[in-house]
């Protein structure tokens, strides 16, 4: 099946797991140098609405910029771009975080599944359920009984007074306030109601 292409001016919910369900993050410095990376070759692209990592996947959402300052990208599929294909550049991401990792555990072959996944966000409505779902995945698969606990996700960057690049204000706009934000946060995800946003 063709995937989705990725178009400025979009939102997408971008996913992938390892390789036969295999682990992508093996200690604390991988989660770090993949969040390192992902600033690197995918900010200049994306606002960067919500994210976690776990130990064998990782959930995106992003929006894709209209706009790019090509003359001051640093990280990018080729030398001279002359037009960006951002889904090549999370091609290429994903490329440098699996040869680094490789390269360290002294391992071969795929790191990650072949292609990413990648799914269109077209309605705003969707956007608390979906956000919710993604920092509820430690909970879901069981790496942590509460969302607040699990360190590997945007949810304490949305809470947070400190600098970030994630678009906080988005985030805490669509649920009225960070407190509303936790509230809901406190309940299961409604997934029936985002299921063609999540398939896996």
């Given at each position: 099946?063709?995937?989705?292409?990725?178009?400025?001016?979009?939102?997408?919910?971008?996913?992938?797991?390892?390789?036969?369900?295999?682990?992508?993050?093996f200690e604390n410095e991988n989660y770090e140098f993949f969040l390192h990376?992902?600033?690197?070759?995918?900010?200049?692209?994306?606002?960067?609405?919500?994210?976690?990592?776990?130990?064998?996947?990782?959930?995106?959402?992003?929006?894709?910029?209209?706009?790019?300052?090509?003359?001051?990208?640093?990280?990018?599929?080729?030398?001279?771009?002359?037009?960006?294909?951002?889904?090549?550049?999370?091609?290429?991401?994903?490329?440098?975080?699996?040869?680094?990792?490789?390269?360290?555990?002294?391992?071969?072959?795929?790191?990650?599944?072949?292609?990413?996944?990648?799914?269109?966000?077209?309605?705003?409505?969707?956007?608390?359920?979906?956000?919710?779902?993604?920092?509820?995945?430690?909970?879901?698969?069981?790496?942590?009984?509460?969302?607040?606990?699990?360190?590997?996700?945007?949810?304490?960057?949305?809470?947070?007074?400190?600098?970030?690049?994630?678009?906080?204000?988005?985030?805490?706009?669509?649920?009225?306030?960070?407190?509303?934000?936790?509230?809901?946060?406190?309940?299961?995800?409604?997934?029936?109601?985002?299921?063609?946003?999540?398939?896996?």
């Amino acid at each position: 099946m063709e995937k989705v292409k990725l178009e400025p001016g979009n939102y997408y919910h971008i996913f992938n797991r390892g390789n036969n369900g295999q682990d992508i993050f093996f200690e604390n410095e991988n989660y770090e140098f993949f969040l390192h990376r992902l600033d690197q070759y995918i900010t200049p692209f994306c606002n960067i609405i919500a994210w976690v990592l776990l130990r064998n996947h990782f959930h995106l959402l992003v929006y894709i910029k209209e706009t790019v300052a090509v003359d001051k990208l640093d990280y990018t599929a080729t030398e001279s771009p002359k037009q960006i294909e951002v889904h090549l550049q999370f091609g290429h991401f994903f490329n440098s975080y699996a040869k680094s990792i490789n390269k360290r555990y002294h391992r071969t072959g795929s790191l990650f599944e072949k292609n990413f996944e990648r799914v269109l966000v077209d309605n705003h409505k969707y956007f608390k359920n979906l956000i919710h779902y993604i920092h509820f995945n430690p909970v879901k698969h069981g790496f942590t009984e509460e969302v607040w606990n699990y360190p590997w996700s945007s949810y304490g960057s949305v809470i947070s007074h400190s600098p970030t690049k994630l678009n906080r204000d988005f985030v805490l706009a669509i649920y009225n306030g960070a407190e509303e934000f936790k509230l809901y946060h406190k309940q299961a995800p409604d997934d029936e109601s985002i299921l063609e946003l999540i398939i896996e």
